[in-house]
């Protein structure tokens, strides 16, 4: 008898043990031990869902820098053209924002001045109407931010100098007709963009359309002005968004390499 009252004060004595707070404590703290990897996920996953509410809050990103400053340039000088300098006179007489023409016509360049040197850029931001405004802006809008991530930044803003820079020299070498707005850059860019993607191989119909038809629109404003000019700076921004199809490298390729 003495030997089975000795084992029932064994087993409560156990059960009481194992009863206590100080044992539960124990326990978690062993099995927390055994099991690290179930706590930190379940740390990363109440971290991810605080991260998850802060970064639901909507902003509003400068996410292609050189078209939007190009942008609000032209949409700026336009302004500021047409409705603040009205009383200056012709559109023509504020030539910062024109091409300089060929030698003998009003508007020729002049290797002496400084401000014609600077023509050969600044004419790509003056636009003579809001059709033409707004026919520049969407396309370089739709296209500048697909380009500035495939070739960067930098690059896209040379492309633009370099193709501003040929059409406006030609201009002046042989056209009594000014360059005024950015037809060129516009095609540049249509082209650049039409290169990106036969590099994916497959060519989108939809930019082979676009390309015509601001080709085609090109040599109808040229037809009812009576010179061909337009559609010369459109076909030569054409031109050289070839040459910087081949020659320039996407930054993706680079990088992997």
Known sequence: ??????VYEEVDAKTA???SPKTKKVNKTATEAKSPAKNQSAQKSQKGKSRSKKK????????APISLTFSLI???VFIFQHYFLKNLGDFESLSLFTSPTKQGTPLAFSASNPIHYLRLVTYVFGHNNWNQLFYSLILVLLLGPNLEITYGKKLLFVMILISSF????????????????ASGIVYMMIILSTYSAIEKKK???SLVFVGIFVLAQNIMISIDEKTVFNTVATLIGGFLGCLFGFLATPVKKSKTK
Do not use: Q
């Not at 008898?1 to 000795?6: A, C, E, G, P, V």
């Not at 639901?56 to 996410?63: A, D, F, L, T, V």
């Open 166 to 181: 040929v059409s406006s020299v030609i201009v002046a070498c042989f056209s009594p007709v000014s360059l005024c707005g």
């Open 56 to 63: 639901s809050k909507i902003g509003i990103e400068y996410n």
């Open 74 to 76: 032209c949409l700026g």
């Open 17 to 19: 043990f194992y009863d």
């Open 203 to 205: 060519l989108p119909l």
């Open 1 to 6: 008898m003495d030997d089975k009252t000795i």
